[in-house]
């Protein structure tokens, strides 16, 4: 039977979809889905051909026939994850025997379901690729199984990289603060000044934009330059001194960002 689409998608995204389950296919041809139930997946996940265009929609056709128990796409995902997910295991513990155990924990903990409950893997939404959603949720198991006190997440982070970040928060935390602390130090003074009051001495826009006789938006503006500029300094120095895979750096990024306001604190006081 010739597949077709589900009939209550938007005719616009028609074209969208069906290209979207052929490239699927291709990426993994030994994985046969269903055209329309992957479809329908996608349809869940974007509401329009633009925002189906920025999902990762290979991996979302593996993990969407890993969460239907589809047997040839589970043996697919269990063969790349020792690469996905092996390194940042060992970077946490290089044992054999620790990265094995955690490797079997993780594909129970993403591959089978629970109380009727659809597997782990099906809250894969395809806005990153799957490795690094894996990486996540294998730095997760491992600082759980090692007994890792982990500090609880970033308010408004993705919860999919708060495992990651707690293993990047312990490995390379000196570094991250090394880094802020030297940039701070070098900043002119009137950016300093200006960082100080609003970070340590906790003056809005409207109270900056009066000491300094401009407006609120350009007091707003100020504060976000500088600390635009300031991020993205130290965002080349670690990737030159850490050379991280991306994943790993957007990760470390987050971490700089909501670490910000602590580090200005502590210095600029």
């Known amino acids: 039977m010739a597949d077709t689409l589900p009939s209550d998608v938007d005719a616009n995204r028609d074209s969208a979809l069906a290209i979207a389950v052929e490239r699927g296919r291709a990426a993994w041809p030994s994985v046969l889905l269903e055209g329309p139930a992957f479809a329908r997946y996608l349809v869940a996940r974007a509401q329009s051909a633009d925002a189906l265009a920025l999902l990762a929609v290979e991996d979302l056709y593996l993990a969407f026939g890993c969460a239907q128990g589809d047997a040839a796409a589970l043996r697919a ?30 594909q129970v903990d993403l591959l089978v379901s629970v109380s009727g409950q659809p597997p782990a893997i099906a809250e894969y939404r395809g806005e990153g690729s799957l490795r690094a959603w894996v990486r996540a949720a294998a730095a997760r198991r491992a600082l759980a199984l090692r007994g890792t006190a982990a500090e609880p997440p970033e308010a408004g982070l993705d919860p999919c990289l708060s495992g990651e970040l707690d293993f990047i928060k312990v490995k390379y935390r000196e570094q991250i603060n090394q880094v802020l602390e030297e940039e701070l130090a070098a900043l002119p003074r009137r950016t300093r000044s200006l960082l100080r009051l609003h970070y340590v001495d906790g003056l809005g826009i409207d109270q900056l934009g009066a000491i300094y006789h401009v407006s609120r938006a350009t007091a707003a503006r100020w504060i976000a330059r500088e600390r635009s500029a300031l991020t993205a300094r130290v965002r080349q120095r670690l990737y030159a001194r850490l050379r991280m895979e991306p994943a790993e750096l957007d990760s470390l990024l987050r971490l700089v960002a909501s670490g910000l306001r602590v580090s200005l604190e502590r210095v600029l006081s």
């Not at 690469?83 to 993780?106: K, M, N, W, Y």
């Open 77 to 106: 995902f269990v063969a790349r994850l020792p690469q996905d997910a092996g390194a940042v295991i060992s970077r946490i513990d290089p044992s054999p025997a620790f990265r094995d155990e955690v490797l079997q924990r993780l």
